[in-house]
Each structure stands twice: as structure tokens, then as C-alpha cells.
């Protein structure tokens, strides 16, 4: 088993940024995918951002691309999202979510956290 546990959401104006943080324990495995997800009200869970633990590789939706970032601490085994720029469409609840070989979809992970709120004001 592997827990997840999210920090960092809030409310920020349109244009300001939030750093998201997710701290894995358990049985962790060096060779895994952790990942952001989002969910907005009445709409279906989407990709965000995930990184290959061991590689370092990283992917982003195209609607953040240039504007999150996400990186990790290895000794920590705990992963960042960076937001900048922030706009009103990115207010969701997002999720950390890890797999030993997690993708795009939501389906390909096994363990997610209990989500942090965002809300971006205009």
C-alpha cells in the first residue's frame, strides 16, 4: 500500500501562483509514475502533470504547459506542482496519484490522495 497526502491548495487572483506538494509513504518503489489530476465541478477527472520517479521525465496537458511545473524530492519521495499564472479555468480539486507505470488516464493509477482544493478568483 501506498499513501498519498496532498498539501498546498488555496484561494489565489487570477495571475498568481500555488505550489502544490504530495508526500508519498508505504511501500514505495523507486521505478513508479506520480501524477497530478484535476477535477473541476461537473466535470470529468483530467491529466495535469506526471513524472517517472527514477528518470526524472516529465509531461504536462497542453492547457499548463509553460505555466506548472512539476518536480519531485527524491529523499522526501515527495512531488511538486508549481503554478504560475494561474487562471479562473484551472479551479479544481486536485488529486497526486502514483502507479508503477501510470499514464495520461486516470484509470492507470492505483493510489491517489484525498485532493486539494484550488480556486482561482479572476
Known amino acids: 500500500q501506498v499513501q498519498l497526502v496532498e498539501s498546498g491548495g488555496g484561494l489565489v487572483q487570477a495571475g498568481g501562483s500555488l505550489r502544490l506538494s504530495c508526500a508519498a509513504s508505504?511501500?514505495?518503489?523507486?521505478?513508479?509514475?506520480m501524477a497530478w489530476f484535476r477535477q473541476a465541478s461537473g466535470k470529468e477527472r483530467e491529466f495535469v502533470a506526471a513524472i517517472n520517479w527514477s528518470l526524472g521525465t516529465t509531461y504536462y496537458a497542453e492547457s499548463v504547459k509553460g505555466r506548472f511545473t512539476i518536480s519531485r524530492a527524491n529523499a522526501k519521495i515527495t512531488q511538486y506542482l508549481q503554478m504560475n499564472s494561474l487562471a479562473p479555468e484551472d479551479t479544481a480539486l486536485y488529486y497526486c496519484?502514483?502507479?508503477?507505470?501510470?499514464?495520461?488516464?486516470?484509470?492507470?493509477?492505483?493510489?491517489w490522495g484525498q485532493g486539494t482544493q484550488v480556486t482561482v478568483s479572476p
Open positions: 508505504g511501500r514505495t518503489d523507486r521505478n513508479f509514475v
Open positions: 496519484a502514483a502507479d508503477a507505470s501510470g499514464g495520461l488516464e486516470p484509470f492507470e493509477y492505483t493510489y
